[in-house]
């Protein structure tokens, strides 16, 4: 009985934190009106206590910066309670997480996070690319894993203040920045399968370099079907944790045949989904011979990136080509290749921006994508060098894009 | 780059890990003979260091035990490294685990878990119930998410000789026993996308009581096909963390409705799959009119269970009635249900042995399972009652079982 048990406590949390912002405010109204039932705390940025590290860490020289291995001298917490509602956020030393080893992050994957990063743009100024959007996918990850939601612009609030206090780890330098990590774990210390009584929001920061250092260097991809990476259902469409242990088997696989790279594969009609962790675009001349730059559409296991809506926007803006998110499967490629209609290909996400993509291995034979041959220093086509060039332009606040997309913090 | 360079350090770590055991004996002998490469340690329970806890913790009367949190004196931990291979493993206080943020297991879900239990019999002896079965599978979960391999009878070792060491947190009686939950969990201190460089073996133990400490209490069950537990080529077959925190939030529907548990489907024919997290039996007349006990069978997405494979096992033994493992799906139930020929119902699990089944929604009505009309007491078959006194006669050394069943540690 003691699944029923949890159960019944966890719906009752549940009950007021799955509401939405207005029912919520509405619920915390009408209990401190009609009952003495204590209102769940809100998470509240205004209620921040900042103890900075004592220690100053050596910062890096900008070539040597590796992804996500240094981290700076402090780190953002915030603790949740089943009944109370969201602590008191803190900035303080980053150090070790203590936690019980009852504790369902170890057992149960209650776990999700978001991948962001901050500029420095040539005036000093620190700036952050569509936080927006970040905090509206890490609340519907949590959701999706009933972990308790949180007040989107107060969280931005509060990385924008942890950067203050980090300013000094944010390297300076077209294709530098400084990468967040915001991730909420459950804590709850006890093995019952329900939803998670405690849980905890801590943001870390890596100074990062460019993804291709020495210009673009194109991937080679592994179609891969027997593996599946998202269905309908699932999971695919949340940033949880849950979504990326499972395809480091398939990936080593791939990488000991000699690709970097899986090109997740759906369906008995293998459907392009995704490349590794980042979405696909492919920029062809589809069958009716119209230029089309194509991504699959998201249908609850595609990850909706911020990097693919954003060249989504973009690209639509400049009008020159069409641009559709529908879905396309294996055949439609290897008849494009075959009769030389595929002129790019790439990945795209937070990390790299853009991702080229010069080869897919599938069904025994390779598919050669075209990168652009005028180019002696990077393998890339045009179209994918442009939108990172210009998705970048604004990241660093050197041209102003569309409002909201870079934020000065 | 990173996730390049991150892949190729792991894959030179996982070309070792991936082989098999004689393989990987074949290599430690080869490489110590022809090279002076060091063998990665295997795991081994000789190096035990036993350090227990100087504080014993008050035991709770069994009528107070709770599922998962209250746990003994002490736990077992062993740590990993690529390149090194297995630690000491190590017996000690319980208590908090000192992780950095960065850990891959807070991000990228890389955990797996075992549930089993070890019983006191009649003679005051400690038994555990087919811990090779645990054993092999905790060694499949692990590979599945490129978690290290370890050697399965070292395991099985540590977890008798901390049995040993916390022997009085066994609850005597029957229906009591010791839940044990060895955890493995990825630690490397870096955010790259790829296999963890560090990891961890934990065991920790719960005594617990009876799942129906009054008697069997049957569940309602929600027909669930819009949320999917488990796909073919993802982890459904594997006992990995990212599998339970997504089921979380559908189970918290079911419940506001009154159900206590999903009734998880697949496809578009609704496949039946298994129950909250146990396996799904049905008893009834089949369509030629034979007695069978059937259960999904193994293709993959389903958890090869312990007690599932018992309860074949046994059943399978007495010869009385037709055991199948293979597909059935929804329509195959109402239609049985509609002809009068479903007999009994239950979920299997380690937690509960058998969980009976009273009632199941699905498209908008009900199936109603028949029960034991003769039995004022509990709610649950003839059959249901029969397998988990059989399978408890076992574990407690009652009934001597089939070899290696019920190992006296």
Chains 1, 2 share one sequence.
């Not at 009950?15 to 705390?41: D, E």
Request: hydrophobic content about 35%; overall charge positive.
């Amino acid at each position: 009985m003691f699944v029923q048990r949890a159960m019944r406590q966890a719906t009752k949390a549940q009950t007021i934190l799955g509401a939405s912002p207005s029912k919520y405010a509405a619920k915390v109204l009408s209990s401190s009106r009609l009952y003495s039932t204590p209102a769940l705390a809100p998470l509240d940025a205004s209620k921040l206590e900042i103890n900075p590290s004592k220690n100053q860490k050596a910062l890096q020289e900008n070539s040597q910066l590796v992804f996500g291995k240094t981290f700076t001298d402090n780190m953002l917490t915030i603790e949740w309670e089943a009944g109370k509602g969201w602590g008191v956020p803190q900035i303080k030393e980053y150090g070790k997480l203590q936690l019980d080893p009852s504790a369902v992050v170890f057992h149960y994957a209650f776990e999700c996070f978001e991948g962001m990063k901050a500029y420095k743009d040539k005036d000093g100024k620190t700036r952050l690319f569509r936080p927006d959007m970040n905090m509206k996918r890490f609340n519907r990850s949590a959701q999706r894993i009933a972990l308790p939601s949180f007040e989107d612009e107060e969280l931005t609030k509060l990385i924008s203040e942890f950067l203050k206090v980090d300013d000094r780890w944010i390297p300076k330098g077209r294709g530098y920045s400084l990468y967040l990590r915001p991730t909420m774990i459950g804590t709850q210390e006890s093995l019952g399968v329900g939803a998670s009584n405690k849980a905890m929001i801590f943001v870390i920061a890596s100074p990062v370099g460019p993804y291709f250092p020495s210009g673009f260097a194109a991937v080679n991809l592994l179609a891969t079907s027997e593996k599946v990476r998202a269905w309908p259902g699932g999971t695919g469409d949340a940033k949880v944790g849950g979504n990326y242990a499972p395809c480091i088997k398939p990936q080593l696989d791939a990488n000991k045949e000699g690709f970097q790279q899986n090109l997740w594969l759906f369906g008995p009609d293998h459907q392009v989904t995704e490349v590794g962790t980042m979405n696909c675009f492919v920029f062809w001349k589809n069958e009716k011979g119209e230029k089309e730059l194509v991504t699959p559409e998201l249908d609850g296991s595609i990850l909706p990136g911020v990097t693919r809506d954003s060249i989504l926007n973009l690209t639509r803006s400049w009008g020159e080509f069409k641009v559709s998110e529908r879905r396309f499967t294996m055949s439609d490629l290897v008849k494009a290749d075959k009769e030389g209609r595929i002129i790019e290909m790439f990945g795209a996400g937070t990390a790299c921006i853009v991702c080229p993509i010069k080869k897919i291995h599938y069904d025994g034979h390779d598919i050669h994508v075209p990168l652009d041959p005028s180019d002696k220093t990077s393998q890339a086509g045009k179209l994918t060098k442009r939108i990172n060039d210009s998705i970048m332009d604004i990241q660093y606040g050197d041209v102003e894009g569309p409002k909201g997309w870079s934020v000065v913090v």
